[in-house]
C-alpha cells in the first residue's frame, strides 16, 4: 500500500513538473505568459504620420501590430503652385493617394529604388527645357520608370502613343521606336508640357492634360467656368492623377515619415555608359554587342527602342547607341563607383 502512494504521488509530481517546464519554454526567455492589454496600453503612441518605435509599441505579444492614419501635410505644392488643402474634398482627394501610396510597400519601394537610376537622366533634360523638376514625379506615376504599354498602346516611360510620339519628334516603325529611348522620350515630353503651357499657364492643368488631353481640359475650363484643376468635375482617372503626383512627390520628398528608409535599401545606381555613334546599316547587333564587349542582352537593356536583331539605316541617319563603360554591368564595380 505505501509503495502504491509513493508511485502516484510521484507520478503526480512528474506531471506538475511537465506542465512547469512546457509553459518555461513556452514563452521567450525573461518574459511573463501574458494576456490581451487593450490599446490604450500603448507605450508611447505615435502621431499620425510618425514613424512608431517598434520596440516599444506593444506591452504583448497577443495584441495586433496597430494601423497608423497617414498624417496629411499642412501645406503641399506641385511646379511651384499651392495645393488649395482647406477645401474639404482636395484634402480628401491628397489624402486617398497619400495613404494607398503609403501603404503599397512594394511598389512605393521599387519606385524608390529605379528612381536612383533614372532621375539623374530625367532631371537635367527637364531643367535643360524650362520644366518644373516635379514633373519627374509625372513619368514615375505614367510607367513605374519601365518600358510598359498600355492598353491604348501608349509605350515607354513617358507613355506616348505613336501619332504624339511622333508630332514630337520621336521616330517610330517597325524596327525603332525611340518612345523606349529615355533622353529623346524626356525632350519630347518637354515639347508636349511647354506647348501645354502655353495654353494654360499652369503647371497643374499641364499636368491633368497630359492624363485627358488639351482639348478636354480647354474644354472642361469653359463649360464648368471655372479656372482650376481643383475646382473640375472630371473623370476619375483624372481627378485622381494630380494627386498621385502630389502623394509620390510628398513620400519622396520625406521617406522615412512615411516608413520608408531608402539608406537601408539596395537602391538602383545609375550606370556609366559611352555613346556609340553609327550611320550606316547594323546588319547583325549580336555581332555588333559581342565587337564591343558586352552580350545582346545586355545591348537590349540600354538600347530597348532598337527592336530587331539588327539596325536598318538607308538614309544614313545618326543613332547614338549605349555601351556600359569597362564593368559597369556589375553591381559591385557600381557601387564602388557611387562612393
Not at 80 to 89: A, S, T, W
Not at 231 to 246: G, M, Q
Request: proline share 5%; aromatic share 12%; charged share 25%.
Amino acid at each position: 500500500m505505501k509503495n502504491f502512494i509513493l508511485i502516484t504521488f510521484t507520478i503526480l509530481a512528474l506531471v506538475v513538473l511537465s506542465v512547469f517546464l512546457f509553459q518555461s519554454f513556452k514563452n521567450k526567455p525573461g518574459e511573463i505568459n501574458a494576456h490581451y492589454a487593450a490599446p490604450d496600453t500603448l507605450i508611447d503612441k505615435p502621431e499620425a504620420g510618425e514613424t512608431p518605435d517598434l520596440s516599444q509599441v506593444l506591452k504583448t505579444e497577443n495584441m495586433a501590430s496597430p494601423v497608423f492614419t497617414v498624417k496629411v501635410p499642412q501645406e503641399a505644392s506641385f511646379a511651384g503652385e499651392q495645393v488649395p488643402l482647406e477645401i474639404f474634398y482636395v484634402r480628401e482627394y491628397f489624402d486617398r493617394e497619400l495613404t494607398v501610396n503609403t501603404y503599397f510597400h512594394s511598389s512605393t519601394i521599387l519606385l524608390l529604388k529605379r528612381s536612383s537610376r533614372w532621375f539623374p537622366i530625367i532631371e537635367p533634360i527637364l531643367a535643360a527645357n524650362n520644366i518644373p523638376n516635379d514633373f519627374k514625379y509625372l513619368a514615375l506615376i505614367e510607367s513605374g520608370l519601365q518600358n510598359v504599354t498600355s492598353p491604348a498602346g501608349a509605350k515607354g516611360f513617358w507613355q506616348f502613343l505613336r501619332h504624339t510620339a511622333r508630332e514630337h519628334g520621336l521616330e517610330v516603325n517597325n524596327d525603332i521606336d525611340e518612345r523606349y529611348n529615355v533622353e529623346k522620350s524626356t525632350m519630347a515630353a518637354c515639347s508636349y508640357l511647354n506647348e501645354a503651357y502655353e495654353k494654360h499657364r499652369d503647371w497643374t492643368l499641364v499636368a491633368a492634360a497630359y492624363n485627358a488631353g488639351n482639348r478636354r481640359i480647354t474644354e472642361e475650363l469653359e463649360r464648368q467656368k471655372v479656372g482650376s484643376y481643383y475646382n473640375l468635375l472630371l473623370n476619375d482617372e483624372t481627378a485622381r492623377y494630380v494627386f498621385r503626383i502630389l502623394a509620390i512627390k510628398t513620400i519622396f520628398e520625406n521617406p522615412e515619415k512615411y516608413g520608408f528608409y531608402p539608406s537601408d535599401m539596395e537602391l538602383y545606381p545609375p550606370i556609366q555608359t559611352e555613346t556609340i555613334t553609327v550611320n550606316e546599316t547594323v546588319k547583325d547587333l549580336i555581332d555588333f554587342a559581342r565587337d564591343h564587349k558586352i552580350n545582346y542582352k545586355t545591348l537590349k537593356y540600354f538600347n530597348p527602342w532598337l527592336l530587331k536583331d539588327h539596325l536598318p539605316n538607308r538614309s544614313r541617319r545618326i543613332y547614338e547607341i549605349k555601351i556600359p563603360l569597362n564593368n559597369a554591368i556589375y553591381e559591385k564595380e557600381n557601387l564602388n563607383a557611387e562612393k
